[in-house]
């Protein structure tokens, strides 16, 4: 690994860890609250050209049969916490009780060329892993401005992304699941679609350049939950939507927040509603997709959470990942210690770092998710 560990890494987070230069290193769920305008590109029209289909014997296999997750064959996992390495994540299952198939991982991003050819230290930290990586690839560096969007829209940072396509090959993960550009409908992103038209074809210039080089790549498409403002995608997620030759799995990334649910029947209305993990289901079937949810956990850390830890947050989400799994490509909890974060952990102890240990949870998610 070089000595270089990173620590845990979401969203928009940004910091510098021990020993390694400055990369993504919080927790930190961005508030939406930005109220950045995009301007008006002069770019060339979006990239047509059709992507050649991932191999079938790379892309994510349906789960196991509708009514029980994971089951022998879910894809399910966990980022690490407090290091995105291996042994982080080996931690977490054998708490749990199961194994883990896969495991999330996030790229620096303080950079274009750290974003991309200089991420190598990510895929070290996991090596000997027996699982797939799914990695949170934003597609523009932390401190990116709208004319980053546009530039790599406009195909500025084509190289860029055939360097990442290359590392994937080099470091033996070419068959891993790429979240581009995550989270992209609200207004806290660097990537955020402000400009709906300059993030389609980012995306597709990200998916095609780094398929050129790797036809093994998974790409995910993953929502934020629970609403899009009118500054992104023009009020409606789907809008973003880059295609279906650039797109393999349809996600999202859901929390007990914005709203949290007060009850099961509650939960289901939440995600019935625009930007819930029905609504967003529903469209990943009507485009013929495996479906994924990158991101989820209790959040009573959220300021968009009012019922605390609800363990039957865990519960639920089970229940609709059986009800859903011969469609399921992967979902991973998100485990996090942070003060004023989503605050998810459910496994280490409180003290230090940590500040919570949602411990009913915790027992509800071994007795789920445990063999």
């Not at 079938?56 to 064959?73: F, H, L, M, Y």
């Not at 990942?321 to 469609?327: G, L």
Request: overall charge negative.
């Amino acid at each position: 690994m070089g000595g270089l560990l990173l620590t845990l890494a979401v969203v928009a987070g940004c910091g510098s860890p021990p020993g390694h230069p400055p990369e993504p290193s919080t927790t930190t769920r961005p508030t939406a609250t930005s109220t950045t305008t995009q301007p008006t590109s002069t770019r060339p029209p979006s990239p047509t050209t059709t992507a050649a289909p991932s191999p079938t014997t790379t892309a994510p296999t349906p789960g196991p049969a509708d009514g029980e997750w994971p089951g022998a064959n879910g894809l399910s996992g966990v980022n690490g916490d407090p290091i995105i390495d291996r042994a982080s994540v080996e931690a977490f299952c054998t708490w749990r009780g199961r194994d883990c198939p896969v495991a999330m991982a996030y790229t620096s991003r303080d950079s274009w060329s750290k974003m991309t050819a200089g991420t190598g230290w990510m895929f070290d930290n996991f090596e000997g892993f027996p699982g797939r990586l799914v990695i949170s690839q934003g597609l523009t560096p932390n401190d990116g401005t709208p004319q980053d969007l546009a530039d790599c829209a406009a195909g500025d940072h084509d190289q860029d992304w055939r360097n990442f396509g290359d590392l994937m090959v080099e470091k033996g993960r070419a068959d891993s699941i790429v979240r581009l550009g995550w989270e992209f409908n609200g207004t806290f992103m660097p990537w955020s679609a402000l400009d709906t038209q300059d993030y389609i074809d980012c995306f597709r210039h990200a998916a095609l350049a780094i398929r050129e080089v790797n036809p093994e790549v998974v790409v995910d498409w993953t929502i934020n939950a629970h609403g899009t403002p009118d500054e992104a995608c023009d009020g409606v997620s789907t809008n973003c939507y880059p295609g279906d030759d650039v797109v393999d799995v349809i996600g999202i990334d859901n929390y007990d927040q914005g709203p949290s649910a007060d009850d099961e029947a509650d939960f289901l209305r939440i995600a019935d509603a625009p930007d819930g993990l029905n609504w967003i289901y529903d469209f990943a079937v009507d485009h013929d997709k495996l479906f994924s949810v990158g991101e989820w956990g209790v959040a009573p850390g959220s300021d968009w959470n009012d019922n605390g830890e609800n363990p039957e947050f865990i519960r639920w989400m089970n229940h609709w990942f059986a009800d859903h799994a011969s469609n399921l490509a992967y979902e991973t909890y998100f485990t996090n210690c942070q003060d004023g974060e989503v605050e998810s952990n459910l496994y280490r102890p409180a003290g230090g770092d940590c500040v919570r240990r949602n411990a009913a949870a915790g027992t509800l998610y071994q007795e789920l998710w445990g063999e």
